[in-house]
């Protein structure tokens, strides 16, 4: 299970590589004017989201793996790891919001601010501190 252990990690690093800088990228994105400019910022986001789609899917196959193969039954007192799924199914719906904000700069229809995204920028990177924390420390 070390080895799954191991990937899992190699996952996370690798989704969070996209959830970190895309959102960065819509903020460049908004402040692009010319058409060029545009069309290359929309390469480079269909490419880094599919990156980090893998990312997640294989965060998500081997942190079950991880529970199902090694973790269950629950050991006494591992109340973090339910607070640590809720935590996941937040940054699912983080990582579909930036599909639907992609899909508005592919349609040239974005209507947020590039502030607005500088804001959501932060959002994942919370998101990781709690995490981690929870899955190191294991405080409850
Ligand atoms: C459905 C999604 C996930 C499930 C079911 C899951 C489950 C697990 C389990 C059972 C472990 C082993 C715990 C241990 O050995 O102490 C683990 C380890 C870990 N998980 Fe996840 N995980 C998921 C997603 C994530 C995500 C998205 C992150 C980071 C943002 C993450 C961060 C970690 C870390 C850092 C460890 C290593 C803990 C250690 O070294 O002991 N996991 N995960």
């Known amino acids: 299970m070390l080895w799954i252990k191991a990937f899992h990690i190699f996952?996370?690093?690798?989704?969070?590589?996209g959830l970190l800088y895309l959102p960065r990228l819509f903020v460049?994105?908004?402040?692009?004017?010319?058409?060029?400019g545009r069309q290359r910022f929309r390469t480079m986001e269909k490419r880094l989201f599919a990156i980090m789609s893998i990312g997640g899917i294989g965060a998500?196959?081997?942190?079950?793996?991880l529970l199902l193969g090694w973790w269950w039954p629950l050991p006494?007192?591992?109340h973090w790891l339910g607070l640590k799924l809720i935590l996941?199914?937040?940054?699912?719906?983080?990582?579909?919001?930036c599909w639907g904000?992609?899909?508005?700069?592919?349609g040239d229809h974005n209507q947020h601010s590039a502030r607005y995204f500088r804001l959501v920028n932060e959002i994942p990177a919370l998101f990781l501190l709690a995490i981690v924390i929870?899955?190191?420390?294991?405080?409850?």
């Open 11 to 17: 996952f996370i690093v690798s989704w969070f590589a």
């Open 88 to 97: 996941v199914a937040g940054l699912l719906g983080f990582h579909l919001a």
């Open 134 to 140: 929870l899955a190191i420390v294991k405080p409850f």
């Open 28 to 36: 460049y994105h908004t402040d692009t004017i010319d058409n060029a």
């Open 60 to 65: 998500v196959v081997t942190g079950l793996w």
């Open 76 to 78: 006494e007192g591992s």
């Open 101 to 106: 904000w992609l899909r508005a700069f592919a």
